[in-house]
């Protein structure tokens, strides 16, 4: 409500509103008003004072003043702020200043303790504990006008409220000696404010306008707390001291009590009268007033008795007596109370009035109805309200009965929670004891007494609670429900034999109702048993028959089960035997077990066993057995002899014989009855028995089947006893120290008998083996055979395994079987043929699912726990691989492996269910075998199972090493261990390299050709994929840098411990390079590269160094064995590398390419190793001929990264290197390299055993290449010196001046080539016209070489695919891929380094042109233009034969078209540099070509060829690009486009200024070419349902960049323009445009994210928006084009932007025609917003700029534009006629249509200017082009017009809007022209062919 006013900040002096101004002034005319309203507590007063005696504030303080109007105002607000100002104001001022403020404050105090708002009511409170600290003792005289609303507060309803006002009044008393004393001195005064406070009415209480509901609030809680404060201050003055409620502690008479208690009594009396005796208030509506009401009664009663007389006691008993039909839980409590008081001091009350109707009657509905909420107050007092009832008020048998009854029919309230249960029954016990042991109240005699008594436990203890227990008791789980019958009980006191279902009520009870319900039966009968023994009798009675009833019931059939009864004597033993009762065991059990027994026994109960057992585990078998055997009446314990006795003669037999249905409640018996002083007696006689030694004659072990079953259930149970003992049992000590006499040696050769047995096995011999060993968790460690038996057991059952892994199809289990024989070497694996293997490796199974976890007892003396858990754990990997596998095994290995799947599944399950960290708890010995039989498994896994998928068998593999790492090591150093023992090096692994040398193997081991290295190869490779992806799992510098951390225990700092490195691994995976899911590239390269960064430690350094010194010596090794030239990774670039054969020199390449590419090594480290590398390459004086072979790629890396700084395109061989010391050691050692070189003879007459070609190779890696993408592919690397170059012309001119015939030699060519491009490239300055001569002569002859190869290649093509119709497409297949093999590459890479150097040639022409205009340069002398253009048709050529291959081949089908393209890959640098000279070449030289590819005459020609090569399968991105460019660009445009007759007749109608209506303007005669017709006109409607990256949809998108970019380039207003956008507008579906922005995802882009920056965009979408601009700005697809290959979804992006971009441009009426047919408006505004943000700026600014040059205007036509408004004004002025037209570009153009409007006309008529404004608009919104040209056609029209033209009567314009022609065809009859297309839609709309005028026959 804004900020608070009048805060203690405020200054004093200085008003703050108009009305604190005003009250600062001292005016003698100030109000007199007494209080505000003029009320005084709730009196109102007349005022008749003076001014000067009746101003309240004239000596408070102004401020304060102020603060104590506000709290006068109605808002709760005001209120509150004022009382916080006023407190705070009262903490800064002394108390002598606020003692003035008293008298007012004690006026507003009482007004606001009748606040409404409990929050103002609170404040009241805390400002009033301000005041009394304040002023301290001067509150004195005021105590008295205070006392009574202070009194009255103390019983506030609201709590915080009242605590509020306690704390107030200890403030300003703190003893409770003032306290009091200040209540005696004050009682008149608070009597006074009470007694107004109950004559207050609703309507008198507030003079303030207040809701009447809100009135009735506050009358009662004003009623409600005076009642209250009434009772206590009764207490307080008129009881005893030692009564006092709040005063307790005060133990002298204070010296004002008598009086103030006579006062009391006074005013008590005149209350009580006046109020008639506040029985009206017992009428209220309000709880809070009953309440109050019953606790004032009580204070009468008890302090001030007299007042009730003969007079009013029938009125009051009346009130009190019959307040049961009170149903508010809230007022019980005080009722109670009155209740029980009233009763006790006038117990003649229940005389005056009848209480059966009054009190009774209301009191059994008051109970029958669960007290109505309030059990925990009520319950409580039914046993106090027992005790004050008058004998003679009742009859007691009728009164307890109904008692009784009414109280158990409340019990089963629907929402009684478990504490309103235990109150009941407490209750209920409470009543029913006082009742037995109060009998004497009602009956004199004895008998009578004893009677009343039987009668109260037949009728209530039997016939209630004992049946409802009985009938009804919970059986279930411990949360069940359970339903209970009708609540009336059956009239006589037998049990009922024939309930039925239908008389039961669905009330559910939870378990815990049964269990209080129990505890109760059981307290009264022990309260019935300390009273009077006889009273049992009838319970006893009862009990025993219900037992005999359930021992002879049978099963389930039964109205109650023995569960009952067998929780009942729980409870016995809970509530009566633990406290040292014995007569549960003399009356009830004893006597009905006695009766029992025979019967039990005789009819093999097994309820009757059960009753039994729990009764021996309540009281002790020897309890039992004296009960049962004993008959003397003594109470001695049974000696030992006499229970053994009968245990062995009695119990063991009938336990152990005849399994039936009560076998296991026998069993339960038995264990029972064993005592702890007898029980290895009791135990050797029970295992006698049951090896049934003494009755079968057999060996001992040697059981028959039900003797086996018995023995193992008996164990079973025995085991549960010992490791889940029942709480309370009284039986044998199972924890202690018998467990030792539980190993027998009977078991003991039971259970070598069964494990050492062969199939057939019995039934229950596996269930009998895990009894005896146990284990079945990892906490049941409980066995009854030995250890040693243990260990021969767990033998015998690893010999069962053991064949069965021999059986296996799978060679890698077989081997295992191996394996874990020689493990066991003690063990004799002897098995018969006919031995059923699977048979019995299930039985084993069987036994360890259950007994697993006791192999732990023999991890320390045997290795039998690892050998069965590698057993197990290699029978779960075979069923992972049988299931993972099955599709690549035939069906002899599924038909053997699916009979073993069941035994391999059930080990699964059983192994799933194993925690890791039971494999972590074993020792370490037994974790180093399991480990080693496992890792042994994986490896032969990997290199032995031939026939399987690679990839899911390593991905198996993996798995299983990811177990092993995870559940076998508990430490880094363990890992570390596995790691070994798996790397551990064997005749398989590894292949290159030995591991503990860390030296390549030698060249003799690799070199041997046999099936069995092949086979290793493969798995070898397998392994290397294992390995790749343990690394990617567990990390590169744990696997090969073996790095090892690890927390310490004394320092907190984590350390890092070395273990020696894995070097050789990495160098082996690199020398592997490729294998299943990965290579050394993609794979193992990148991780490198990522640990050697993120780890800046010597010992990473001294990895990568390791791993470069093996992989160098493997090179030098192995260097002079690769039969490989160097000849085919020329130029070396990085993706070169993989076309290395020799392993380590690819491996080392690679190394050093990743190395220094990622600079882990600078320059400095280049620097070292190339002095390395200069070092090795000389032994002493001879030269080492293997580190020459592998110096060149090794070269070309370091000198690429010694180079200082790459040569620009405009810097070709200019400056050399840095003067460093590095620099010139690097240059002096290639100048010494080019000084050998240059010493061998010229290259055409090189001899084969020289060395000349490996120094030639080394020469040219000095000088390498780099990639740099685009026109220009490849960039020198270098600057060299002048020396060095003059060297390297030196040797160029050496080949030159050969002289004699020209060496062919392959490896001469090649030399010559490479040698060619570098010196073209560092030398081209130097060269003269005999140097250009010999380039030129050689590049074109090798290019011509190259041609003539791909000539023959595509003649045999055609007439491979003329001659097929006789041949299937596998022949086709096999001739294609013989046609395109190259067998000699040479010349392939002969013209390879030519397309080079002629593309330097190209560039030093183009960059260099201005600086030589002196045609000093020899390259530019024009002689020389006829050879390069000669060798651009040469390179034309090679690239019109692949694709004329390719177009004749997919003419056959898409397979042979694929062998083409395929290819092509082989030489994939050779096609870039193709694809990079077409692109660069003239359009001189391309027509040139295309003439002579079309003269050739072959199936299929140019055209077909360049889109074959655009639509290939298998692209090359420069190769499609570049068909991309020669089809969009002349002199190929037009043919590409359209058909040869198509072409023909558009070249006809060329003209731009031939007149319209001269021209056949209609699409009929425009045919596509057949490559893009189908994917213009049909295919978009498959597009929409294909992949986003379908080749099919990328096809599409290049034909309409292809048909777009041609219609962009082609003129405005010309025939060819106008009917290609015709054709499209007939012919193409728009569906493209779905298309489009199916790959820019507007969709996940809110609305305003598309006004946002790229970078906030989607990728899909930036991409497109940029795209889409750049497209409008250029008008050219080239861009997105070129970047589109590889296909991605964000270059398609790209690519779909930029067509919907030059759409824009180019057809925009079709563009809106789409928009407009949208539907999804969603979709509509994404689109709209999308265009309007980042394609309409430019495309209206590009409108606007061609608007405004377009040559128009004329003098009587003018334009006028406003780019900043998009407005154009169009002005036409003829004669005295004058039109203004608006055109305006909506801001989304041209999705939204243009706007025209008429802005001023002169000498128009309206309905022409009506006509000439919608003309204009048809042409605007109808233009496929710029818009200016629509306006020029409009002028044309109205120039037309005004020249006489007649305009056609259906579109009322001169020239049509679309077609741009004139009205032509006339009628016969009214001879009105119309235009041709809108005669043609009246027609086909019109449905008739008659004149629209004159509607005569046209």
């Known amino acids: 409500m804004g900020k608070q006013k009048g805060d203690g900040g405020r200054a004093k002096a200085r008003p703050s509103s108009s009305s604190l101004a005003a009250s600062l002034l001292p005016s003698a005319s100030a109000g007199v008003a007494v209080g505000f309203g003029g009320y005084v507590g709730s009196s109102r007063l007349e005022s008749t004072l003076s001014s000067e005696e009746s101003s309240p504030y004239l000596d408070i303080d102004s401020e304060v003043a102020q603060h104590l109007k506000r709290l006068a105002r109605k808002d709760p607000i005001t209120k509150l702020k004022a009382l916080s100002s006023l407190s705070a104001l009262l903490k800064e001022k002394p108390g002598k200043d606020i003692a003035p403020i008293i008298p007012q404050w004690a006026f507003e105090y009482k007004r606001l303790l009748l606040d409404y708002s409990r929050e103002v009511r609170r404040a009241t409170h805390e400002m009033m504990t301000s005041l009394v600290i304040t002023v301290g003792r001067d509150l004195a005289p005021h105590l008295k006008s205070l006392m009574g609303p202070w009194w009255f507060s103390q019983f506030d309803s609201n709590s915080e409220v009242s ?315 411990e949360n069940s429900q359970v339903s209970r019958m009708s609540k009336n009980p059956p009239e006589d006191g037998n049990l009922p034999s024939n309930v039925k279902k239908s008389d039961t009520l669905n009330m559910k009870y939870p378990k815990s109702y049964f269990q209080e319900l129990g505890k109760c039966i059981v307290e009264i009968l022990l309260g019935i048993y300390l009273l009077e023994h006889d009273l049992l009798s009838s319970f006893c009675t009862t009990f025993h028959e219900t037992c005999l009833q359930v021992v002879q019931q049978k099963e389930n059939l039964g109205l109650f089960s023995e569960e009952q009864i067998i929780k009942f004597l729980s409870l016995l033993e809970q509530h009566a035997i633990q406290k040292g009762e014995d007569w549960p065991l003399v009356y009830l059990v004893g006597p009905m077990l006695a009766k029992a027994f025979p019967m039990i026994k005789s009819l093999d109960s097994v309820n009757g066993i059960r009753l039994l057992s729990v009764s021996i585990s309540v009281f002790g078998p020897r309890k039992i057995v004296r009960e049962l055997f004993i008959t003397d009446d003594g109470d001695q314990m049974v000696d030992s002899g006499s229970f053994l006795q009968v245990f062995k003669e009695t119990f063991v037999p009938w336990c152990l014989d005849g399994y039936n249905h009560s076998m296991s409640s026998r069993l339960d018996l038995l264990l029972t009855l064993l005592d702890e002083e007898c029980f290895l007696d009791q135990w050797c006689a029970v295992m006698s028995y049951a090896a049934n030694v003494k009755h079968s004659g057999v060996e001992p072990g040697s059981l028959e089947p039900s003797h086996v079953l018995v023995l193992a259930m008996l164990l079973e149970k025995l085991r549960d006893k010992i490791t889940k003992p029942k709480v309370g049992e009284h039986s044998t000590n199972w924890q202690g120290s018998h467990l030792d006499h539980l190993h027998h040696e009977l078991l003991d050769c039971i259970a070598v008998a069964v494990a050492c047995s062969f199939p057939p096995f019995g039934t229950s011999d596996a269930r009998l083996m895990r009894a005896l060993l146990g284990g079945s968790t990892e906490g049941n460690q409980v066995s009854f055979v030995s250890t040693n ?274 070097a050789w691994l990495a160098a082996e995976v690199l020398c592997t390079w490729k294998w299943p899911g990965g290579n050394a590239l993609d794979s193992f390269l990148p991780l490198l590269c990522s640990h050697a960064k993120g780890r800046n430690l010597a010992s990473q350094q001294n990895l990568l160094d390791s791993i470069f010194d093996i992989l160098l010596d493997g090179g030098l090794v192995h260097g002079g064995n690769s039969s490989q030239s160097l000849f085919d990774i020329w130029p070396p670039l990085d993706d070169k590398v993989e076309l290395i054969e020799e392993h380590f020199l690819r491996a080392l390449v690679s190394l050093l390419v990743t190395l220094l590419k990622n600079d882990i090594w600078e320059r400095d480290k280049a620097m070292i190793l190339f002095d390395l590398l200069v070092n090795k390459l000389f032994i002493g004086e001879a030269i080492n001929k293997n580190c020459l072979r592998i110096l060149p790629p090794i070269i070309t890396v370091l000198v690429r990264t010694l180079s200082y700084r790459r040569v620009g395109s405009n810097e070709y061989g200019r400056g050399v290197d840095s003067d460093t010391s590095e620099g010139n050691q690097v240059q002096d050692t290639i100048r010494g390299w080019l000084q050998r070189t240059l010493l061998f003879p010229p290259l055409v007459t090189w001899q084969s055993g020289e060395d000349m070609e490996e120094w030639f190779q080394l020469v040219i890696s000095c000088y390498p290449l780099s990639a740099t993408g685009g026109a220009e592919l490849f960039k020198l690397e270098r600057n060299i010196s002048h020396d060095e170059r003059t060297l390297l012309l030196d040797l160029f001119r050496k080949q030159r001046h050969g002289g004699g015939i020209a060496n062919q030699l392959p490896v001469v060519q090649v030399l010559l080539s490479q040698l060619m491009v570098i010196s073209v490239g560092y030398c081209w300055k130097e060269f003269n016209e005999d140097d250009w001569s010999f380039v030129f002569s050689n590049l074109s002859s090798w290019i011509q070489s190259a041609v003539v190869i791909m ?245 599409v998108f290049l034909a309409w960049s292809l048909l777009l970019s041609h219609l962009s380039s082609l003129p405005s207003l010309t025939s060819q323009r106008e009917r290609l956008v015709q054709y499209i507008l007939d012919s193409a579906n728009t569906v493209i445009l779905d298309c489009i922005f199916q790959h820019i995802p507007l969709e996940l882009c809110e609305m305003q994210d598309l006004k946002k920056k790229d970078g906030d965009l989607p990728a899909e979408v930036s991409a497109a928006a940029t795209a889409a601009k750049h497209a409008i700005t250029t008008g050219s697809l080239l861009f997105p084009v070129e970047s589109l290959w590889p296909v991605d979804p964000v270059k398609l992006a790209s690519l779909a932007g930029a067509i919907y971009g030059l759409m824009l441009c180019v057809l925009p009426a079709y563009v809106r025609g789409w928009f407009s047919d949208l539907r999804d408006r969603s979709i509509s505004s994404l689109v709209e917003s999308f265009t309007r943000v980042w394609c309409s700026p430019p495309l209206i600014a590009n409108e606007l700029s061609q608007i405004k040059k377009a040559n128009i205007a004329d003098e009587n036509f003018s334009l006028t534009v406003s780019k900043s408004a998009n407005e154009v004004v169009a002005t036409y002025t003829k004669d005295e006629t004058k039109m203004d037209l608006i055109i305006r570009l909506p801001a989304s153009y041209p999705l939204r249509p243009v706007d025209v409007e008429c802005m001023r006309s002169l000498g128009i008529s309206e309905v022409k200017q009506r006509k000439w404004l919608m003309s204009m608009m048809l042409f605007v919104r109808n233009q496929n082009g710029a818009l200016a040209e629509a306006i020029r056609i409009w002028k044309r029209n109205f120039d037309k017009e005004f020249e006489g033209v007649e305009e056609c009567p259906i579109c009322y314009s001169v020239i049509h809007t679309a077609n741009h022609s004139l009205p032509r065809l006339a009628c016969k009859t009214c001879k009105h022209k119309f235009h041709s297309a809108c005669l043609y839609k009246w027609f086909s709309t019109s449905h008739k062919s008659s004149c629209p005028l004159c509607q005569s026959p046209f």
């Open 163 to 477: 605590q509020a006002a306690k704390r107030s009044l200890q403030a300003a008393f703190p003893a409770q000696e003032k306290r009091l004393d200040a209540l005696l001195i004050c009682a008149t005064e608070v009597f006074i404010y009470l007694e107004e406070n109950l004559k207050l009415t609703p309507q008198n209480l507030s003079d303030k306008a207040i809701a009447l509901d809100e009135l009735e609030e506050m009358h009662q809680q004003v009623i409600s707390s005076s009642l209250l404060a009434l009772a206590t201050l009764l207490d307080v003055l008129v009881c005893e001291h030692f009564g006092r409620p709040g005063f307790e502690n005060i133990t002298a008479e204070p010296k004002h009590a008598s009086k103030a208690r006579a006062i009391a009594v006074s005013f008590s009396e005149k209350l009580f009268s006046d109020h008639k005796y506040f029985l009206d208030f017992l009428k209220s509506q309000s709880v809070s007033i009953r309440s109050a009401t019953y606790s004032v009664l009580k204070s009468y009663i008890k302090n001030i008795p007299h007042v009730v007389n003969e007079g009013n006691l029938k009125i009051i008993a009346t009130a009190i007596l019959g307040a049961f039909q009170e149903k508010d839980p809230v007022c019980h409590s005080s009722m109670w109370d009155a209740i029980l008081l009233l009763s006790k001091r006038f117990p003649d009350c229940w005389t005056v009035l009848n209480a059966q109707k009054t009190i009774l009657n209301r009191f059994w509905h008051f109970l029958k109805n669960g007290c109505f909420g309030s059990q925990h107050v009520s319950y409580p007092a039914l046993v106090l309200f027992l005790d004050v009832v008058p004998p003679k008020a009742v009859a007691a048998d009728k009164f307890f009965h109904d008692f009784f009854n009414s109280l158990w029919a409340g019990r089963n309230e629907p929402h009684s929670s478990n504490s309103d249960h235990k109150a009941f029954f407490r209750g209920f016990k409470e009543c029913f004891l006082w009742g037995l042991l109060n009998a004497s109240r009602y009956f004199d005699g004895v008998d009578s007494i004893f009677h009343f008594r039987l009668a109260l436990v037949d009728d209530i203890l039997l016939k209630l609670l004992w049946q409802d227990y009985l009938f009804f008791g919970c059986s279930k789980g």
């Open 789 to 1062: 038996i243990l260990i021969m057991i767990f033998k015998e059952l690893l010999k069962k395994l053991v064949p069965f892994l021999g059986e296996s199809s799978f060679t890698w289990v077989r081997d295992a079987s191996s394996l874990l024989t020689s493990e066991a070497k003690d063990l004799r694996f002897e098995i018969g043929k006919s031995v059923n293997v699977i048979e019995m490796a299930q039985f084993a199974l069987d036994i360890l699912d259950g007994s697993f976890f006791c192999l732990k007892r023999i991890d320390d003396e045997s290795s039998l726990l690892s050998s069965i858990s590698a057993a197990l754990f290699i029978i779960d990997w075979e069923y992972s691989m049988a299931t993972v596998l099955d599709d690549t095994l035939d069906d002899e290995s599924m038909k053997k492996i699916n009979a073993r799947l069941n035994v391999c599944k059930s080990v699964h399950v059983f192994r799933s269910k194993i925690n890791n960290g039971f494999w972590r708890s074993l020792n370490i010995d037994n974790r180093k075998k399991l480990w080693s039989i496992l890792i042994r498994s994986v490896t032969n896994a990997i290199f032995k199972e031939h026939n399987m998928n690679s990839d899911k068998l390593v991905s198996l593999c993996y798995s299983w090493m990811v177990e092993i790492l995870e559940y076998l090591s508990q430490n880094p150093y363990e890992e570390q261990n596995l790691l070994d023992q798996l790397l551990s090096g064997d005749a398989t692994w590894p292949l290159w390299i030995n591991p503990n040398l860390s030296t390549p193997k030698e060249s003799d081991a690799l070199n041997t050709e046999n099936e069995s290295l092949k086979i290793h190869v493969s798995g070898h490779h397998r392994f290397v994929s294992l390995i790749d992806k343990i690394i990617s799992k567990a990390g590169l510098q744990k696997v090969v840098a073996g790095h090892v951390t690890h927390a310490c225990l004394s320092p907190p700092e984590e350390t890092i411990n070395e273990v020696p490195s894995r």
């Open 1351 to 1595: 000539e023959e290649a595509a003649e045999n093509v055609n007439d491979a695919i003329a001659d097929s119709s006789s041949n299937n497409l596998d022949d086709i297949i096999e001739k294609l891929e013989k046609i395109v093999f190259i067998s000699d590459p040479s010349p392939i890479n002969n013209a390879r380094n030519a397309i080079l150097s002629f593309s330097l040639c190209h560039n030093i022409l183009l960059c260099h042109g201005a600086e030589d205009s002196d045609n000093s340069n020899p390259l530019r002398i024009e002689r020389w233009d006829r050879v390069r253009n000669r060798i651009g048709e040469g390179i034309l050529r090679l690239f019109f034969c692949t694709g004329i291959c390719e177009a004749i081949a997919s003419s056959y089908g898409l397979e042979s078209a694929l062998v083409i393209a395929s290819s092509r890959l082989d030489h994939f640098c050779f096609w870039e540099l193709v694809a990079s000279s077409v692109v660069n070449s003239s359009p001189h030289v391309k027509d040139r070509a295309v003439k002579s590819v079309e003269f050739w005459g072959l199936r299929k020609g140019p055209i077909s060829a360049l889109y074959a090569i655009l639509f290939s399968s298998k692209p090359i991105a420069p190769l499609q690009y570049a068909a991309f460019v020669v089809l969009s660009a002349d002199p190929v445009s037009q043919l590409a486009i359209f058909c040869e007759d198509s072409a023909s007749s558009l070249d006809a109608d060329s003209g731009v200024d031939q007149d319209m209506n001269c021209l056949d303007l209609s699409s009929e005669n425009v045919h596509l070419q057949g490559e893009i017709s189908g994917m213009i006109e049909k295919l978009p409607f498959q597009v929409v349902e294909m992949d986003l990256t379908a080749q099919e949809r990328v096809n």
